[in-house]
């Protein structure tokens, strides 16, 4: 191959258009409107979804947080969000498919939603997506998944890769990696958007074949800006080999 040929090779690579169709589905993100640190208005949802469906995406999967201090989100009102975005999406003729779930931060009170048997918003069947902080590991981690998986529920551990207390502890990621646990990675977190080092620990749990489900994890316009870089990192066209749950969703 000439140097000619590299060139042009490395540039193609660079301009390549991000297209994720061969993805299909987004399963995390926060674009109802008003009830999370996402979008902020009907205007702004419709916006961003115009965006990914322009992008590729035939189907969204909207995951409000549900925090008990910050975010006292039912799913009644998250279910009447999802109805507000879809008349305003179809007025706006967006032909995309769309549903809700949530993000459940694991805390006592989540912990008690499942012992009191309240009903949780799933996805894909009974997959339930769960995060946790970003700094130390919860007491109630392991605990809590075993619960929801007594419980009949399939836990979705939502960005593992941001969380700094599983980089260096690998004895608590082989324990998960046992379990009945799909982990979901953020595309965005193999740019480099959030930090190098969860960069890295994504790619690791790539190269681990730990990865299950993709998000974009979209709260504004900034992370679809992001999301364009993604052709040009190595890890994304490997995601594009691993048998993701996406596009069955
Ligand atoms: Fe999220």
């Known amino acids: 191959m000439s140097l000619f040929d590299i060139l042009k090779k490395n540039t193609t690579k660079k301009n390549e258009p991000l297209n994720l169709s061969w993805l299909g589905v987004d399963m995390h993100n926060h674009l109802i409107p008003g009830i999370d640190d996402g979008s902020k208005s009907l205007d702004e949802s419709v916006e ?3 965006l990914l469906h322009e992008l590729g995406l035939r189907k969204l999967i909207m995951t409000p947080h549900v925090m008990s201090e910050f975010y ?9 969000g999802l109805v507000q975005v879809r008349l305003a999406v179809a007025d706006a003729g967006i032909d995309i498919e769309l549903e809700a779930a949530a ?3 694991m805390d006592e009170i989540f912990f008690e939603k499942i012992e009191k048997k309240e009903p949780l918003l799933t996805f894909g069947g009974n997959k339930v997506l769960v995060e946790t902080g970003f700094l130390s590991k919860p007491q109630i981690l392991i605990e809590t998944f075993f619960r929801m998986e007594m419980a009949g529920y399939q836990p979705v551990f939502a960005h593992p890769e941001r969380y700094l207390y599983l980089h260096q502890d690998t004895e608590l990621l082989d324990s998960l990696a046992e379990r009945n646990i799909s982990f979901q990675l953020n595309l965005l977190s193999l ?3 959030y930090s190098k080092p969860i960069k890295k620990f994504a790619e690791k749990l790539i190269d681990r074949g730990l990865i299950k489900l993709v998000g974009t994890d979209c709260h504004n316009i900034r992370y679809i800006e992001a999301l364009e870089r993604l052709p040009r990192e190595k890890y994304y066209h490997k995601l594009l080999e691993l048998n993701l749950m996406n596009p069955a969703l």
């Open 48 to 50: 961003l979804i115009r």
């Open 72 to 80: 006292r989100n039912t799913p009644e009102m998250i279910q009447n």
């Open 103 to 105: 993000e459940y931060y």
């Open 191 to 193: 740019t480099g958007y």
